[in-house]
């Protein structure tokens, strides 16, 4: 949930909706100020809370990610050299999106894919996000589920199975 305000109307909405905003969506995330809910708890802007959807990931304060994989290719018994997938950047305490990609299967299919791609999903975002399997690539390196690779896409901040715990409020804008 993040906070906004529209002609002096103190909105507060979720990042979901604000990824699925055609218009309006910079003046959302340009915004600075942080608003207070009715349960007397401070809820920040899009900027600071929607991190990915308003590009506003890094440069920051807390950690830098560090990376769940080797950045250097495994080494192989074959001369040929095919290029390898960037590392995946999972988040240790912060809760952002990892920049590398996540691990998926769809009828016995294994699929690698990025937070990015799944971001901009309309369908399907809910089971790649319950996923829980781990793969490995033909690297040889081990790529985790788009619930621990991709926690604010997946809304799964919190650190255990399923979305973080968060205050319960009607996510329409309340009067004020």
Known sequence: EY???RNGEEIFSTCKKLAKMNNGKGKHCKFTESGVDGNGE????????CKV????????PGPAPTPT????PTPRSSPV??????PVEAPTSECVDGEGEYFYKRDGEEIFST?????????????HC???ESGVDGNGETIGP???VCKVTCETCGGGPGPAPTPTRPTAPTPR
Request: hydrophobic share 20%.
């Open 3 to 5: 906070f906004y305000k």
């Open 42 to 49: 401070t809820i920040g802007p899009a900027k600071e809370v």
């Open 53 to 60: 959807t308003c590009e506003t990931c890094g440069g920051g």
């Open 69 to 72: 994989r080797p950045t250097a």
């Open 81 to 86: 050299e095919t290029p390898t997938r960037p």
């Open 115 to 127: 937070c990015k791609k799944l971001a901009k999903m309309n369908n399907g975002k809910g089971k």
């Open 130 to 132: 319950k996923f829980t």
């Open 146 to 148: 788009a619930k621990e």
